[in-house]
């Protein structure tokens, strides 16, 4: 009996040193051998209760020696499967890094961008923002209108001159909605029936302009009217109201980038 005690301790000493040895602060552990290690001594321990309370055919040492072995088979197949995820974890962050680094890399390009078009000669009075694949050029009603009318002031077609320029210079093949906006206000001094024929022939008289003077193919134009069902801010005061009449330039995604589905 004593001969088998001997055994079954060399042979948990013995994986003990196999699993520990030749490591160090810079040569830590495997998830195998951490695994191994813990199911050792984990089986060890259980196999030596198991021995002791209830077993006629071997003694603790022996309960302990065949725990060790059970627990460090067990423990290793854990260890690898944690290795396993671990690897594949780290791929997937790698993965997810490497995408939000390149999402990151095409808003400064077109932050970049944007920065550029703003800056261009006459566009002073004119907001650049790129929105789901569409630039839109905004511009407040009072540098293109006077109150309640709906024809261009003069000085407004060096305002849309500049934005035509940009938009001829890099996005020439590119259809051009005009949205018309106004405040809540109802109308009461002008000849319009409510805000949506006078958006609406704000936008169109953006669009004869594009059309009849810069001569902007017909099929790439289309006027919108939309009112005051398109705040940008409350209408609760002057200021707000202010903002919120407005035309709107959309120069539309490039048609190559929109996917219709079929049915």
């Given at each position: 009996?004593?001969?088998?005690?001997?055994?079954?301790?060399?042979?948990?000493?013995?994986?003990?040193?196999v699993?520990?040895?030749?490591r160090?602060?810079?040569?830590p552990?495997?998830?195998?051998?951490?695994?191994?290690?813990?199911?050792g001594?984990?089986?060890?321990?259980?196999?030596?209760?198991?021995?002791?309370?209830?077993?006629?055919?071997?003694?603790?040492?022996?309960?302990a020696?065949?725990?060790?072995?059970?627990?460090?088979?067990?423990?290793?197949?854990?260890?690898?499967?944690?290795?396993?995820?671990?690897?594949?974890?780290?791929?997937?962050?790698?993965?997810?890094?490497?995408?939000i680094?390149?999402?990151?890399?095409?808003?400064s390009?077109?932050?970049?961008?944007?920065t550029?078009l703003?800056?261009?000669?006459?566009?002073?009075?004119?907001?650049?923002?790129?929105?789901?694949?569409?630039?839109?050029?905004?511009?407040?009603?009072?540098?293109?209108?006077s109150?309640?009318?709906?024809d261009?002031?003069?000085?407004?077609?060096?305002?849309?001159?500049?934005?035509?320029?940009?938009?001829?210079?890099?996005?020439?093949?590119?259809?051009?909605?005009?949205?018309?906006?106004?405040?809540?206000?109802?109308?009461?001094?002008?000849?319009?029936?409510?805000?949506?024929?006078?958006?609406?022939?704000?936008?169109?008289?953006?669009?004869?302009?594009?059309?009849?003077?810069?001569?902007?193919?017909a099929?790439?134009?289309?006027?919108v009217?939309?009112?005051?069902?398109?705040?940008?801010?409350?209408?609760?005061?002057?200021?707000?109201?202010?903002?919120?009449?407005?035309?709107?330039?959309?120069v539309?995604?490039?048609?190559?980038?929109?996917?219709?589905?079929?049915?």
């Open positions: 009996m004593s001969r088998m005690k001997n055994i079954f301790s060399i042979t948990i000493l013995s994986l003990c040193v699993l520990t040895g030749c160090s602060s810079k040569m552990l495997t998830p195998v051998q951490q695994g191994a290690l813990i199911g001594a984990g089986g060890a321990g259980i196999g030596a209760v198991w021995a002791n309370n209830g077993s006629d055919v071997i003694n603790g040492w022996q309960g020696g065949c725990g060790a072995v059970a627990g460090v088979a067990a423990g290793a197949l854990i260890g690898d499967a944690l290795d396993e995820y671990a690897y594949d974890n780290a791929s997937g962050m790698k993965d997810k890094d490497a995408q680094n390149d999402l990151q890399r095409q808003l390009s077109v932050e970049d961008e944007l550029k703003r800056n261009q000669p006459g566009m002073e009075n004119v907001q650049v923002e790129s929105v789901n694949g569409q630039i839109r050029f905004t511009i407040l009603n009072e540098v293109l209108f109150a309640g009318k709906a261009l002031k003069e000085t407004s077609k060096t305002t849309l001159d500049s934005v035509l320029a940009v938009i001829e210079q890099d996005f020439a093949d590119r259809d051009i909605s005009i949205e018309g906006h106004t405040d809540s206000d109802p109308i009461s001094k002008s000849k319009w029936k409510d805000n949506w024929e006078l958006s609406y022939n704000r936008s169109m008289a953006v669009l004869y302009y594009l059309m009849n003077e810069k001569g902007i193919p099929e790439r134009l289309k006027a009217a939309c009112g005051d069902a398109q705040p940008v801010v409350p209408n609760d005061s002057a200021e707000n109201k202010r903002l919120n009449r407005r035309a709107v330039i959309v539309m995604p490039a048609k190559d980038s929109i996917v219709v589905e079929k049915k």
